[in-house]
């Protein structure tokens, strides 16, 4: 099984509608993140938690929320969705900071019509 | 703040050739460095790290080697194959945050 799972794979939704994307880790690692993945842009950091307590905004968190229901779980909502938040969402996670590899799930593709 | 650099792609080569995707950073701190890798349809996974200056990183044929003093990670391969197709992203942290990523590059091996 994956160490990090996320749910769903692929959604399409409307404008205005809320949405929320789900991540599972395995891994027993009490940090988590939320990236957004656009073409030529690379990843980019939406919202992360260095544990179940800890939750803080990344470089993009306008439009965003999250929830960490759990060490394992870290969820992602969007209130109100807009076309500009079509894109490849990842989850993933370490163990702590600067040295430590970061492990991804394998991505939502998000498309708001 | 922090950011990466690399060179834009898509680079297209044919297998047996000598690839280098150019990284440079900036950093508030001291970082470590990473390569990621995303082939087609699936998530990132870490292809090398290097954790202090003069550090080499490596894994399946590739190598980077952390230089402080040109805040350069670049990445090398001695000879692509076509199996090596795919986005390659270099990416620092500090261990404040997360990582922060370059744009990617596209790799494009033809047989």
């Known amino acids: 099984d994956a160490d990090v799972t996320q749910t769903p794979r692929n959604r399409i939704t409307k404008t205005g509608k809320r949405i929320m994307l789900e991540c599972s880790q395995t891994k027993g690692h009490d940090r988590m993140y939320w990236y957004r993945q656009d073409p030529g842009l690379g990843l980019r950091l939406i919202y992360y938690s260095f544990d179940v307590k800890d939750i803080n905004k990344g470089e993009i968190s306008d439009g965003y929320s999250v929830s960490r229901q759990a060490q394992a779980k870290f969820s992602l909502s969007l209130e109100s969705a807009i076309p500009n938040q079509t894109a490849l969402y990842f989850c993933a996670t370490s163990e702590n900071g600067r040295t430590d590899t970061q492990y991804f799930g394998p991505g939502t593709r998000l498309t708001v019509l | 703040g922090n950011s990466v650099t690399q060179m834009e792609g898509p680079v297209t080569l044919s297998e047996e050739a000598f690839l280098t995707i150019n990284c440079t950073y900036t950093?508030?701190?001291?970082?470590?460095l990473f390569w990621y890798v995303q082939y087609p349809g699936e998530g990132l996974q870490l292809l090398l790290k290097a954790t202090k200056a003069d550090d080499k990183g490596s894994n399946k044929g590739f190598e980077a080697t952390y230089r402080k003093e040109t805040t350069s990670f670049h990445l090398e391969k001695g000879s692509v194959q076509v199996s090596d197709s795919a986005v390659y992203f270099c990416a620092l942290n500090t261990g404040r945050r997360a990582l922060t990523f370059g744009s990617g590059t596209r790799l494009q091996v033809q047989p």
């Open positions: 950093a508030t701190g001291y970082p470590s």
